[in-house]
């Protein structure tokens, strides 16, 4: 509904999210945020399926909403083991908004994902 992406399954440990692209954060949550990019491209990453539930319990901001972040620096710090105790999905959807899926390229579908790694681009 609000754009193609991925998914990523993170690890069942206490770690960082982090930010897909260099922009800025244009909307923070405890549970998700958007950056957008220098060509105006927004991608939202969201901690998790129906976390807002958690009412922010278990999430940690790391940076304020207009700061200026680098592809690959912390954002929000949160356990995904602690979300999938709490009965939520720890699966983070990684969304290209207002984009059309056919404007993506490279969209990563599946395997391993390390930091640093290109999940889509934009055409």
């Known amino acids: 509904m609000v754009g193609p992406g991925t998914a990523i399954d993170p690890v069942r440990e ?7 692209v260099d922009g800025v954060i244009v909307s923070l949550h405890p549970h998700a945020f958007v950056v957008v990019d220098s060509d105006g491209h927004g991608v939202l990453t969201h901690l ?3 976390t807002v539930q958690l009412n922010g319990e278990g999430f940690e901001l790391l940076v304020n909403k207009g700061d200026t972040v680098a592809r690959g620096q912390a954002v929000v710090r949160w356990n995904p083991a602690a979300v999938e105790a709490a009965g939520k999905s720890p ?6 908004l207002e984009a059309t899926a056919d404007s ?3 969209l990563r579908e599946d395997g391993d994902v ?4 290109e999940l889509f681009g934009w055409q």
């Open 91 to 96: 699966i983070c959807p990684v969304v290209a």
């Open 48 to 50: 998790g399926i129906d």
């Open 114 to 117: 390390q930091v640093g790694d």
């Open 104 to 106: 993506l390229t490279g």
């Open 14 to 20: 206490a770690s960082e999210a982090l930010s897909p």
